[in-house]
Each structure stands twice: as structure tokens, then as C-alpha cells.
């Protein structure tokens, strides 16, 4: 059996008890990494170590940063018939992701080639970055009848003025190349914004101070959550 598994944002404690007994039942466990200027990361790997697999026959699939989307294609159809051959060997995988397996997860590609492949596969969701967001600011992301929008890459600060005409939280993903293009419109608007930034590891940083980052070198993995201070009639 293949499964795709979902370990949370970042805190290794912020998985579920499911995916922990598939991780641990499973004979092999593939991880996704990155690869810049010939440097690879992976993001998932200390997880899979502080749970004690590394062990476990571990196979980290790794995607060069860049727009260009053609090397990421071609690792995503080799993984998938790779997991093929080991299921059909009877061989029990796991294909982990950081934060939930349906927001913006490489997973989802391999998954598609595993369906093509007609392979059966279970997946086990996860905790997704921005509830840990509102969590660490104790904050709710929505009340009564509040609308939100998931929005990746915002680069005019007229984009988000438009979303904020039907709906009252906007929640802005991968602001790190875009994040200087509105940053001092961003900063004069009567919002309320909540900052965070490699959340549950050693390094997690929050703010809803916008000066704080205004020279602050922007990771990939952060987010803002901004509310447009609408009053409850």
C-alpha cells in the first residue's frame, strides 16, 4: 500500500497519531528537498529524525528552485514509477509533504502519476501553516459569517484591496519574492497584520509589528495574515 502523509508545518510534535503509526509501519519513506546552486535542503528530514526513522530506508526527492518547471516534472514522474515498483513488491511506502498534503504540496504531482499508474493510495492529512499562525498569535481566522482568501504570490497592493471587497481575512502564502513590491503601501494601510515565519521549528519568528521586517530577509517558508478590521454589526 502507498500513503501520502502529511507531517504538519514544522513542530514535529504537530502530526497526527495516524500518520506516526504509518511512518513507523512503513518499509519505505519518501521526502521532498530542494536543490540551490547545487546545495541540497530538505525541509521534512529533521521530522522524520526526531520521530526516530531515520532508520527506515529514506529516499529524498529533491527539486531545483527555479520557474522553470521541467527538472521538477521529470523527478516527479521518476519518484512515482519508483513507488510502483515497490509497491508491486508488496512493499508498504509513505510520501510525506511539510504542512497538509492539499495545500500547495509537491505531492499532489506524484500523486497524479500514481493514479495514471492506477496504484492504490491513502492519504493522511495534516495541520497547515497558517492555523499554527493564528494559533501562535491567538487569533481567530474566522467568525460567524467571515470570508477568507488563500493567496500565493500577491504582487500589487491594488490585488489585495480587491480581495478585501468580499472577504474579511486574507491569508497571503509564499510572500518572499513579492514581499518589497507593496511593502510601504502594505505598512500605511489600517489593517491588522500577523507575521510569521518558519513556524514550530527553532527559528520560528511572529510579529504584527510591519516595521520590525521592514530590512528583514524573508524565508520562504512564511505568511501573513491580514484582517480588514470589520466590525460585527
Known amino acids: 500500500m502507498v ?19 504509518i511512518l513507523q509501519e512503513s518499509d519505505v519513506i519518501f521526502y521532498p528537498g530542494s ?18 526513522l531515520k532508520d527506515k530506508d529514506l529516499r529524498g526527492f529533491y527539486l531545483e528552485m527555479s520557474d522553470n518547471r521541467s527538472q521538477s516534472k521529470r523527478v516527479y514522474e521518476t519518484t512515482a514509477f519508483e513507488i510502483q515498483k515497490l509497491a508491486a513488491k508488496g512493499k508498504k511506502v509513505a510520501i510525506v509533504c511539510e504542512g497538509d498534503l492539499s495545500l500547495y504540496a509537491s505531492f499532489t504531482y506524484i500523486m497524479e502519476h500514481l493514479q495514471e499508474l492506477n496504484v492504490p493510495i491513502s492519504l493522511i492529512p495534516g495541520i497547515n501553516s497558517f492555523s499554527l499562525g493564528a494559533a501562535k498569535h491567538q487569533i481567530p481566522l474566522s467568525l460567524l459569517n467571515d470570508k477568507i482568501a488563500i493567496v500565493p504570490r500577491v504582487k500589487t497592493i491594488e490585488e489585495i484591496t480587491t ?3 468580499s472577504v474579511d481575512t486574507l491569508v497571503l502564502m509564499k510572500v518572499k519574492t513579492s514581499w518589497k513590491l507593496f511593502y510601504d503601501q502594505l505598512k500605511a494601510q489600517s489593517w491588522q497584520f500577523y507575521y510569521c515565519e518558519r513556524l514550530g521549528t527553532p527559528q520560528e519568528y511572529i510579529t504584527t509589528n510591519l516595521q520590525e521586517i521592514s530590512e528583514r530577509e524573508i524565508p520562504y517558508f512564511s505568511l501573513l495574515i491580514i484582517k480588514n478590521n470589520k466590525t460585527d454589526d
Do not use: M, W
Open 35 to 52: 536543490t540551490f546552486k547545487g546545495v541540497q535542503k530538505s525541509f521534512v528530514y529533521p521530522l522524520l529524525e526526531y520521530h526516530n
Open 3 to 21: 500513503y501520502g502523509v502529511a507531517l504538519g508545518p514544522g513542530d514535529p510534535e504537530l502530526l497526527t497519531i495516524k500518520a506516526l503509526r
Open 163 to 165: 480581495y478585501f471587497n
